[in-house]
């Protein structure tokens, strides 16, 4: 049984830090591409971050680069979501996500493309 299990979300202040994980067990995580997505309320979820295979390409969302860092090890099955200097605007659910198709170096932002999900982390953000 596929399960990927979010931890880490919270309640912080704006430009504070959080550090999100995912576990994943009931795959073989090294041969899974992973992104986190997040959903706002009211908002479509939309792709945050995405790693390769290896951990390298990375992708992120224009509003988060310089803030995040999507990072994964493979010998513990977890992908990261570190998340520095928070804004208000970054207040959503954050799910991780397997995809399994494509190329070793193969990621994408498509959710539609992702095979396995987590049940989310919820992160608010307070002034």
């Known amino acids: 049984q596929v399960q990927l299990v979010e931890s880490g979300g919270g309640l912080v202040q704006t430009g504070g830090s959080l550090k999100l994980s995912c576990v994943a067990s009931?795959?073989?995580?090294?041969?899974?591409?992973m992104a986190w997505f997040r959903q706002a309320p009211g908002k479509e979820r939309e792709a945050v971050a995405t790693?390769?295979?290896?951990?390298?390409?990375?992708y992120y969302e224009h509003s988060v680069t310089g803030r995040f860092i999507i990072s994964r090890d493979n010998a513990k099955n977890t992908l990261y979501l570190q998340m520095f200097n928070l804004e208000l605007e970054d207040t959503a659910i954050y799910y991780c996500?397997?995809?399994?198709?494509?190329?070793?170096?193969?990621?994408?932002?498509?959710?539609?493309?992702?095979?396995?999900w987590g049940q989310g982390t919820q992160v608010t953000v307070s002034s």
């Open positions: 790693i390769t295979r290896s951990g390298s390409p990375t």
């Open positions: 996500a397997a995809l399994y198709s494509g190329s070793y170096y193969y990621t994408s932002t498509r959710e539609q493309e992702y095979d396995d």
């Open positions: 009931g795959i073989t995580f090294s041969r899974a591409a």
